[in-house]
């Protein structure tokens, strides 16, 4: 069973820093990413990582300020974010890819066979 559970959520104010994870089990993935989804709006891209060589690629909101890494071992992918705004509020959700299509289009959510149930981030200002 392909379980991805998403963790390190919660309250922090603006300017401060949160570190998620994602819990990766019953399946290698080619590629992982975040998405996020702000009240009132679509979910969007927020980053991905391509699990054999590290190779990384962010939504430009984030660009600076959020890091995806992966840790082969533990098979979990983390996302390190700071210098938080309020406009990174949402929920957060762990993607997985194992067919490889996705680094061509990181932002198009079909092409991600796998989901977790998210995790909440709140940034006060």
């Known amino acids: 069973q392909v379980q991805l559970v998403e963790s390190g959520g919660g309250l922090v104010q603006a300017g401060g820093s949160l570190r998620l994870s994602c819990a990766a089990s019953?399946?290698?993935?080619?590629?992982m990413a975040w998405f996020r989804r702000a009240p009132g709006k679509e979910r969007e891209f927020v980053a991905i990582?391509?699990?054999?060589?590290?190779?990384?690629y962010y939504a430009d909101a984030v660009k600076g300020r959020f890091i995806i890494s992966r840790d082969n071992a533990e098979n979990t992918v983390s996302l390190q974010m700071n210098s938080l705004k309020s406009e990174d509020t949402g929920v957060y959700y762990c993607?997985?890819?194992?067919?490889?299509?996705?680094?061509?289009?990181?932002?198009?959510?079909?092409?991600?066979?796998?989901w977790g149930q998210g995790t909440q981030v709140t940034v006060s200002s």
């Open positions: 993607a997985g890819d194992i067919q490889g299509l996705s680094w061509f289009n990181p932002q198009r959510e079909r092409t991600y066979g796998y």
């Open positions: 019953g399946r290698t993935f080619s590629s």
């Open positions: 990582i391509r699990w054999t060589g590290g190779t990384t």
